[in-house]
């Protein structure tokens, strides 16, 4: 098959990204910018390497991570071809909207000696050391004394920059710090930012099984809960479309999108942009919850739906607990900058300042690298806790549950090949000094029959007793 051009793709070798993820993002950006067509075969891996001057092996890296991503499209015997997406529209002015995010520390009361919880990351692994070392040098500064004041309601300016700089590099988001705000974790984020979009009597779709905490926000703003299924790659939306046309007043739509709460299952890209679109038409804001994107152990992360395509009405949530500590409180939310003039005004009612002092702490670890250095570590612990837990998973439960093991996250989620009563599986295992969570606590009203388990949090040792428990009540 004839390809007659060259795909223009600059790299710079002094850019602190990696040259494959430049490329793969140098060929997205010609899919939005409609230089690349859908169906337009791509140069083969051969001579795109050519072209490029680079390793093939580098330029194979990004092909795969497009094709995974669902932005290219693999024919057999024939090459690689631009995917046919459907609702793309990147000529669309770009009017950022982005909001809240919840942080999903869950409550557990008794503490038995095994917890599977939600999905928490290890504190033992968090740099406290170095945070207490930033903390101290910001006390020895001459000029502590400023930092004792009241500082800006959104928060400070230096860290909102800093965070503003990575969702932008590392997600593909167009923000600047006027469009950000900080905040005391991500479930205040979530709260301010329904406070300022919803009314009494309007109507948010949300993901079942899904996030209850941000139900009860939603609830306590007066919103009536319209609840969506969700499927293998994501929400349904066939559901969603269902609720669109029958007249009620929706004006908005929760999602967990990058690794879904509870079932980890990821939204796909030809889902996202189609949910782009719907948002434009109808004209409902997309709350995005993008709690565990630092977590991923695939070829990189998938970027947020803010990052797609121009989204109308959009609100963004983040949090840096599962970064760090679930014990630091630090969230943000991100959308358009009149909207975060409003969240400004109400944070400042119940709350007229973040921690100044702790943001600066933090700060210091961002600049001095011990952030990326946490990361990595973290990631690369995580990475092989995941693979010990699916091989225990695999080996005790194989015949009585299903699963897909994640890409990413700190859970899986497991269904039972056959029905069972998860609260007496519950009940059973407490006496056994192993705790689950039960099924209220992400299902809307009928019970969902799964199990997410949490394995960051727990050493091997207890994984493997957690499972064998499990397996032997099954």
């Given at each position: ?419 069972i009563d998860t609260y007496q599986l519950a009940e059973d295992l407490k006496k056994k ?42």
């Amino acid at each position: 098959m004839l390809r007659p051009w060259d795909l223009q793709i600059n790299i710079n070798l002094l850019d602190s990204k990696a040259v494959y993820l430049q490329i793969a993002d140098a060929i997205i950006e010609a899919v939005k910018n409609r230089k690349l067509q859908p169906g337009d075969a791509l140069p083969g891996s051969r001579k795109l390497a050519g072209q490029l001057k680079v390793n093939r092996n580098t330029v194979v890296k990004a092909l795969d991570i497009l094709l995974a991503e669902g932005w290219l499209e693999a024919q057999e015997r024939k090459g690689i071809f631009v995917a046919a997406l459907k609702a793309h529209d990147p000529y669309q002015k770009r009017q950022i909207v982005l909001a809240s995010r919840s942080n999903k520390d869950q409550a557990l009361t008794a503490k038995p000696d095994i917890v599977f919880d939600d999905g928490l990351p290890d504190s033992r692994l968090a740099p406290i050391k170095a945070l207490a070392m930033a903390y101290r040098q910001i006390f020895n500064r001459k000029a502590r004394w400023q930092m004792m004041g009241y500082s800006h309601a959104l928060g400070d300016l230096g860290f909102r920059n800093a965070v503003v700089k990575m969702l932008n590099h590392k997600r593909g988001m167009g923000i600047a710090a006027e469009n950000l705000c900080l905040t005391r974790g991500s479930q205040m984020a979530l709260y301010l930012a329904v406070q300022c979009l919803l009314e009494k009597g309007d109507a948010i779709i949300i993901e079942n099984p899904g996030y209850m905490p941000a139900w009860r926000a939603f609830e306590n703003a007066g919103a009536e809960l319209l609840p969506v299924s969700v499927e293998a790659d994501g929400i349904n939306l066939h559901e969603i479309q269902a609720y669109l046309k029958s007249g009620k007043k929706i004006k908005a739509l929760y999602t967990t999108p990058h690794h879904h709460f509870p079932t980890t299952v990821s939204l796909s890209l030809q889902k996202r942009l189609e949910l782009i679109q719907l948002s434009n038409t109808y004209g409902f804001t997309i709350i995005e919850d993008d709690y565990d994107h630092e977590f991923h152990f695939g070829a990189r992360p998938l970027l947020p739906i803010g990052s797609l395509a121009p989204v109308e009405n959009y609100i963004y949530v983040g949090t840096f607990s599962k970064i760090v500590s679930p014990a630091l409180r630090i969230g943000y939310l991100a959308s358009g900058e009149h909207f975060i003039d409003k969240v400004a005004e109400l944070r400042q009612i119940i709350d007229v300042q973040g921690d100044n002092i702790m943001e600066q702490a933090v700060l210091e670890l961002i600049n001095d690298g011990s952030i990326r250095k946490h990361l990595n570590k973290a990631t690369q612990t995580y990475h092989k806790k995941r693979d010990f837990f699916d091989q225990v998973i695999r080996q005790n439960l194989g015949d009585k549950v299903s699963y897909k093991r994640p890409e990413g996250g700190l859970a899986f989620w497991l269904m039972p090949r056959k029905k069972i009563d998860t609260y007496q599986l519950a009940e059973d295992l407490k006496k056994k000094n192993v705790q689950i969570l039960t099924p209220d606590k992400f299902s809307f009203s009928d019970p969902i029959m799964g199990l997410r388990l949490g394995y960051a949090s727990l050493s091997e040792e207890k994984l493997e007793e957690g499972i064998g428990a499990i397996a032997r009540l099954l």
